[in-house]
Each structure stands twice: as C-alpha cells, then as structure tokens.
Nanobody, 126 residues
Framework: QVQLVESGGGLVQAGGSLRLSCQAS????????VGWFRQAPGNEREFVAG????????RYADSLKGRFTISRDNAKNTVYLQMNSLKPEDTAAYYC???????????????????WGQGTQVTVSS
C-alpha cells in the first residue's frame, strides 16, 4: 500500500517562502518519478515540478522557474518543494504524486501518475 502525505502548507505573505514535504510509505521514492501539482478552486490541476528517480532530472513549469526547487532526501524517503518569492497566484492546494514504474524521465500530466497524497493548502496574501 503506497501512501503519500504532504505537509508544510500554510498562510504566508507575498514574497515569503514555504517548504512542502511529501513523505512516502510503501514505496522507495528514489526509484520513482515524483511530481508536484497544484489546484485552485475552479481550476484544473496544474503541473508544478517533477523529479526523476535518483534525481537525474528536474523539471519545472515555465512560470515557476527560479522560484521553486524540487529535491529529495532519500534517507527520509521524502521529496521537498521549496517555494520562494511566493505570489498570491500561487495560492492553491498542493499535491505530490508518484509514477507507476521506475523511469529516468519526468511525467508532465496528472493522468500519468498513479498515487496521490491528500494535499496541503498554500495561501499567499497580498
């Protein structure tokens, strides 16, 4: 049974920072693609960042490059999303997801991921 738990969300002022965590059980994350997505009310789920197994490759949504960083701590079986210079438009529920099979690539679409956490809310005030 694969379980993913996100944490680290909260209320932050514009320009501030948060670090989100995705802690897994039932699967060793270092062997799998992990993605971060976000969804605001009334909007579709949006790709934020992805990391390949063994951190070989990292990818980001174009609009977020330079502000967000994805990383792994394999000893803790955890993937992080460091978010800097936050803007009100970053307000959303943030989800981590794990791919179905070990690969060296990145999945860009939510349909390509098999396992999802329950999400953590990020609210950025202006």
């Amino acid at each position: 049974q694969v379980q993913l738990v996100e944490s680290g969300g909260g209320l932050v002022q514009a320009g501030g920072s948060l670090r989100l965590s995705c802690q897994a059980s039932g699967r060793t994350l270092s062997n799998y693609v992990v993605g971060w997505f976000r969804q605001a009310p009334g909007n579709e789920r949006e790709f934020v960042a992805g990391i390949s197994r063994t951190s070989l490759t990292k990818r980001y949504a174009d609009s977020l490059k330079g502000r967000f960083t994805i990383s792994r701590d394999n000893a803790k079986n955890t993937v992080y999303l460091q978010m800097n210079s936050l803007k009100p438009e970053d307000t959303a529920a943030y989800y981590c997801a794990v791919g179905p099979t070990p690969t060296d690539g990145i999945y860009w679409r939510d349909d390509d991921y098999d396992y999802w956490g329950q999400g953590t809310q990020v609210t950025v005030s202006s």
